[in-house]
């Protein structure tokens, strides 16, 4: 098998016109792991979360003549087979098969749906064992492993293993076998290969608390034959896939698709690259198209500081925080800087209020300092009980010096450009914590629902949503400020806005940094 970057992967399976299963769940898959997805398609489902309707197949020799069309005019790299009903099907995919046989073909065997329904003729399971002789690798669930063996469905996963070995002989053919059926918090899956007593992989993991799991097993088995052509091997794509999958089922509930077993959210790994991405390919040219197109001040200043997000991400604090590998002592010091730093800043949004042209916005900056002032009296209190030394740092007197002057001296706009980035900032990292939680415990293999966080209930304390709604209401002040105020002041809260981001970041890399002169070397992670 070579690998190819952007592999050809065809789909032959029906549809689900909820597009959570079938084709669609095929094409997707394909999609988001870097495949180009084609589909010939062999039953028009009537189906949607809650279960199948009716099943048209789409007569054969049509069919037949998609598959035909497709490798006339295209190099297949893998091919990945669904539903397909009955044994005129099957025969004339086996016939096309031998044919045009790619290198990589994977089998589901498709027969039942997750919601309920028949998809597969009780005539046709002789069919597709005859299948399997034509296929790389098969990837039943427990009750279709136990049909294709002729045996009862395996209550244990010792018993699952066995089974998977037994077909793996009879039909010289791997085995993908899925635990996803069996009773209780273990979710076990093996890819077994024909003449190896062991399997080649096993994976466990616990179950994912969702209802929705509405084309897992479409998704899993595109996801392998895609990856299997791009990586050109079995292991690697079928642990890939199955972590690809935990990753899609942990974020599925954010779909909200369908009343019944909703869908998996196919491009959970790309939700971020993307809205960087449209960040990107919606900035306007040049600053009067900015104004002709309505994009706001706080928008263009959002864009123009894309790079520093980057390297908050790319640096050592937000991460380590994220998967809890960041030094206790290093958080520790970053608490104690924190403190005096909130001390300040409450300060400084108290002169914001102070000063303020406008009722509303006094009220905002006194609540926001007051705020402020409890924040700090609870991080007084963890940081007593730590015994922690709190000295000031240059990076946060910059940073506070900065502040106080600015909210004080300067232009009152200037002043709530140079305050917007901590309230900005900080919510974007709540998101972005959370989601690197996520995607570290999609690598530890764990839902995180057992294992303690190190840092969990401040982590929790950064995605309450008072404080984003804050910051966009402080956002909404920029804006407003930025539509009258004359160019020169809208350069300064420019300057301003972008300086404070700047500090932010040192603020947090400072604490890592002081780690690593401390003991020497090392990344100021634990590894
Ligand atoms: N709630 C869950 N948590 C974790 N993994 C799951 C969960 N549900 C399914 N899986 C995994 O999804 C993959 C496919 O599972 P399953 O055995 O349910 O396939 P299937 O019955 O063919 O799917 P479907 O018919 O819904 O398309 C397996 O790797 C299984 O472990
Ligand atoms: C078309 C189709 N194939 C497979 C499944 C299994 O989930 C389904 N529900 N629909």
Not at 358 to 371: H, K, Q, V, Y
Not at 511 to 520: I, S
Request: net charge negative.
């Amino acid at each position: 098998m070579e690998p190819r970057r952007t592999p050809r992967v065809l789909s032959i399976a029906g549809t689900d016109p909820t597009g959570g299963a079938g084709q669609h769940a095929d094409l997707k898959t394909v999609a988001v792991l870097g495949g180009y997805g084609m589909s010939a398609i062999t039953a028009i489902v009537v189906q949607n979360t809650q279960g199948v309707e009716a099943v048209h197949p789409v007569p054969v020799s049509v069919l037949s003549e998609q598959l035909e069309a497709v490798s006339r005019d295209v190099t297949v790299d893998a091919v990945k087979i669904g539903m397909l009903g009955s044994v005129p099907v099957i025969e004339a995919v086996s016939q096309w098969l031998g044919d045009h046989r790619p290198p990589v073909v994977v089998l589901d065997p498709v027969m039942v749906a997750t919601a309920g329904g028949r998809l597969l003729d009780d005539d046709a399971e002789d069919a597709i064992r005859k299948l399997l002789e034509l296929a790389d690798l098969v990837t039943p669930n427990l009750p279709e492993l136990a049909v294709l063996l002729g045996e009862e469905v395996a209550a244990d996963w010792a018993t699952a293993l066995d089974q998977g070995h037994r077909l793996a002989e009879a039909h010289r053919v791997r085995v993908l076998v899925k635990g996803g059926h069996l009773p209780g918090e273990d979710t076990p899956d093996a890819l077994i290969e024909p003449g190896r007593p062991e399997p080649a992989v096993e994976v466990h993991a616990p179950r994912v608390e969702t209802r929705n799991t509405h084309g897992t097993g479409c998704s899993l088995s595109s996801a392998v034959a895609v990856l299997a052509a791009r990586t050109g091997e079995w292991p690697a794509a079928v642990r890939a896939g199955r972590q690809w999958l935990r990753g899609a089922l942990l974020a599925a509930d954010r779909l909200e698709v369908g009343h019944g077993n909703g869908p998996v959210h196919h491009g959970h790994h790309l939700d971020d690259l993307l809205e960087q991405a449209v960040a990107e390919w919606s900035r306007p040219e040049t600053e009067d198209e900015a104004e002709d197109t309505g994009t706001s001040f706080t928008r263009q200043l959002w864009n123009e500081s894309g790079d520093l997000r980057e390297r908050i991400r790319g640096g050592s604090f937000v991460p380590g925080l994220a998967d809890g590998s960041l030094p206790r002592e290093v958080f520790l010091d970053y608490l104690a800087q924190d403190l005096i730093y909130l001390q300040d800043y409450s300060r400084a949004l108290a002169q914001l209020a102070v000063r303020a042209p406008r009722e509303s916005w006094r009220a905002l900056f006194a609540a926001g300092s007051a705020g402020c002032a409890e924040e700090t009296a609870t991080l007084h209190k963890t940081l007593v009980e730590a015994d922690a030394p709190v000295q000031s740092t240059e990076v946060t007197d910059e940073y506070t010096d900065f502040l106080l002057a600015t909210t004080q001296s300067r232009d009152w706009a200037v002043g709530v450009a140079a305050v917007l980035p901590c309230y900005w900032l900080y919510a974007w990292i709540g998101t972005e914590l959370d989601r690197q939680r996520r995607a570290a415990q999609v690598q530890d293999g764990h839902d995180g629902s057992g294992g303690a966080h190190p840092y969990a209930a401040w982590l929790d304390s950064y995605s309450d949503p008072a404080f984003a709604e804050a910051g966009e209401r402080v956002r909404a002040v920029v804006d407003d400020l930025a539509r009258t105020a004359d160019p020169a002041t809208v350069d300064h809260m420019r300057r301003a806005f972008h300086r404070a981001c700047e500090l932010e970041f040192r603020f947090f890399e400072d604490p890592c940094l002081r780690g690593r002169a401390r003991n020497g070397s090392g990344d100021g992670r634990e590894t």
